[in-house]
């Protein structure tokens, strides 16, 4: 019953740790964006996918 309760618990925590990779991510993109950097540029330094790069530009300008 422990090693149930020690993979969930670390499940949770990979979960958080990825979690606030993403939003660190997106906060690095948008940035680079609004300096006026490239997509392409900025889906490489971002590690974000371009759809996800071209939404937040999409709504950067708008």
């Known amino acids: 019953m422990t090693d149930i309760i020690e993979l969930y618990a670390a499940k949770r925590a990979k979960e958080a740790v990825q979690k606030t990779a993403q939003a660190r991510n997106i906060e690095l993109a948008k ?19 371009e759809a996800e790069v071209r939404e937040l530009a999409s709504k950067l300008t708008a």
């Open 31 to 49: 940035d680079l964006l609004s300096e006026g950097e490239t997509i392409e540029r900025t889906v490489r330094l971002s590690k974000l996918s």
